[in-house]
């Protein structure tokens, strides 16, 4: 094996550990039985998995499937897209009590995180801040709901949890957000001083 390749592949063995690690059964149901870790641990190493399989594509087939994601858009909007339909309360409900709909949820957040990393390389600060300016406020409706509603909102989990995972979420957003700005500043400081 060749020095180059070398990370590709260990990133790629990364990945699926990382996905095999997260659905052996005592671990899935541990994460799963807390909807604060089910969406904040579970929902990232998955996507993470997704991600770190990816690196691990050939450079030729790497560009060859960029054909359909221009400056990140396609696999961006459909990251958003999943993580919002991931986040309604009668998904997890039902991801905890059909197989088949656990297998989706798993299934499209590798993907999700699979489109994520080549996409956010490709986008601009311009693409980037419109995707976050619609995931982050998004995020943070759904935290507030999460947080604020005087019911359970998901039957398998109890409101304290349910309560959890909004504040939980809300910092998330937040973090976000400033990691975004910090990132974007620094990037417009070093094209300022390129010039």
């Given at each position: 094996?060749?020095?180059?390749?070398?990370?590709?592949?260990?990133?790629?063995?990364a990945?699926?550990?990382?996905?095999?690690v997260?659905?052996?059964p005592p671990?899935?149901?541990?994460?799963?039985?807390?909807?604060?870790l089910?969406?904040?641990?579970?929902?990232?190493?998955?996507?993470?998995?997704?991600a770190?399989m990816?690196m691990?594509?050939?450079p030729?087939?790497?560009?060859r499937?960029?054909t359909?994601?221009?400056?990140?858009?396609s696999?961006?909007?459909?990251?958003?897209?999943?993580?919002a339909?991931?986040m309604i309360?009668r998904?997890?409900?039902?991801a905890?009590l059909?197989?088949?709909?656990?297998g989706a949820?798993?299934?499209?957040?590798l993907f999700?995180?699979?489109?994520?990393?080549?996409?956010?390389?490709?986008?601009?600060?311009?693409?980037q801040?419109?995707f976050?300016?619609?995931?982050?406020?998004?995020?943070?409706?759904?935290?507030?709901?999460?947080?604020?509603?005087?019911?359970?909102?998901?039957n398998?989990?109890?409101i304290?949890?349910?309560?959890q995972?909004?504040?939980?979420?809300?910092?998330i957003?937040g973090t976000?957000?400033?990691?975004?700005?910090?990132?974007?500043?620094?990037h417009?400081?070093?094209?300022?001083?390129?010039?």
């Amino acid at each position: 094996m060749s020095a180059a390749r070398k990370p590709v592949v260990i990133r790629f063995a990364a990945g699926v550990a990382l996905l095999a690690v997260s659905m052996l059964p005592p671990l899935r149901q541990t994460l799963e039985s807390s909807m604060s870790l089910h969406m904040l641990v579970q929902y990232p190493a998955l996507m993470l998995a997704g991600a770190l399989m990816t690196m691990a594509l050939p450079p030729a087939l790497a560009l060859r499937l960029s054909t359909w994601n221009a400056v990140g858009i396609s696999g961006l909007t459909a990251t958003a897209l999943i993580l919002a339909v991931l986040m309604i309360p009668r998904v997890l409900d039902l991801a905890l009590l059909d197989p088949r709909v656990e297998g989706a949820k798993v299934a499209a957040l590798l993907f999700a995180g699979a489109v994520l990393w080549p996409s956010w390389r490709a986008a601009g600060l311009m693409v980037q801040a419109f995707f976050l300016g619609s995931v982050v406020p998004m995020t943070i409706v759904i935290a507030t709901l999460y947080q604020d509603s005087p019911v359970r909102l998901c039957n398998a989990y109890r409101i304290d949890d349910q309560q959890q995972l909004g504040l939980g979420l809300l910092w998330i957003a937040g973090t976000v957000t400033v990691g975004w700005f910090v990132h974007a500043g620094r990037h417009l400081l070093l094209a300022d001083a390129g010039e």
